[in-house]
């Protein structure tokens, strides 16, 4: 058993390898079973469905985690790496992929395994009191736009997973 690898997974066997010198970054290969079993990973994190491509993405315990089948067929679980990147003005059902400045604004960019209604529908129960007005540009309410200095969201669905571009 590896003490790293979340509930669930901890069930079947693992190799162990790093992925990256220095960085303390590990991969786990799946060594038995050969081919998970998705129910089990659906009774544990039922919010974190497969998609058709084999890939699987869960924030488990405020950490991300991938799944995926490898060009080998084999399985491997990693965390995702990501630079702490504090500040986020917003904090919900989704992980901070980048944050940058353009033309004297914050960016910052979010991605979910959501649906993009679940998302929506989180932020609007946290968020109610500071949304100004939704708008429309390619679906409905995918535009907010925010009171108090807070700017404005867009919310895009890209295939399986939900991402949004906050402007501030």
Same mark, same amino acid.
Request: proline share 4%; net charge negative.
């Given at each position: 058993?590896i003490?790293?690898? %979340?509930?669930?997974?901890?069930?079947? !066997?693992?190799? +162990?390898?790093?992925?990256?010198? $220095?960085?303390?970054?590990k991969?786990?290969?799946?060594? $038995?079973p *050969?081919? %998970?079993?998705?129910? =089990? =990973? *659906?009774?544990?994190?039922?919010?974190c469905?497969? $998609? *058709?491509?084999?890939?699987w993405?869960? /924030? #488990?315990?405020?950490? $991300?985690?991938?799944?995926?089948?490898?060009?080998?067929?084999?399985?491997?679980?990693?965390?995702?790496?990501?630079?702490?990147?504090?500040?986020?003005?917003?904090?919900? %059902?989704?992980?901070?992929?980048? /944050?940058?400045? /353009?033309?004297?604004?914050?960016?910052?960019?979010?991605?979910?395994?959501?649906?993009?209604?679940?998302?929506?529908?989180? =932020?609007?129960?946290?968020?109610? !009191? *500071?949304?100004?007005?939704?708008?429309? #540009?390619?679906? %409905?309410?995918? =535009?907010?736009?925010?009171?108090?200095?807070?700017?404005?969201?867009?919310?895009? +669905? +890209?295939?399986?997973?939900?991402?949004?571009?906050h402007?501030?």
């Amino acid at each position: 058993m590896i003490a790293d690898i %979340p509930t669930g997974f901890d069930q079947w !066997q693992w190799t +162990q390898m790093p992925v990256a010198n $220095n960085t303390g970054a590990k991969a786990y290969f799946l060594q $038995n079973p *050969k081919t %998970p079993d998705w129910e =089990l =990973l *659906k009774d544990f994190y039922p919010y974190c469905d497969r $998609n *058709k491509f084999d890939f699987w993405l869960c /924030q #488990i315990e405020n950490k $991300n985690w991938t799944f995926f089948k490898g060009t080998d067929d084999t399985w491997v679980l990693s965390k995702i790496i990501t630079t702490d990147i504090e500040g986020a003005k917003l904090v919900g %059902p989704f992980f901070v992929l980048s /944050q940058t400045e /353009q033309n004297g604004k914050e960016v910052w960019v979010y991605v979910s395994h959501y649906s993009l209604g679940d998302v929506q529908k989180i =932020l609007k129960l946290k968020y109610s !009191q *500071k949304i100004r007005s939704f708008r429309s #540009i390619e679906m %409905p309410n995918d =535009l907010w736009e925010f009171k108090d200095g807070l700017g404005r969201l867009v919310f895009s +669905q +890209q295939g399986e997973y939900v991402v949004m571009v906050h402007v501030i």
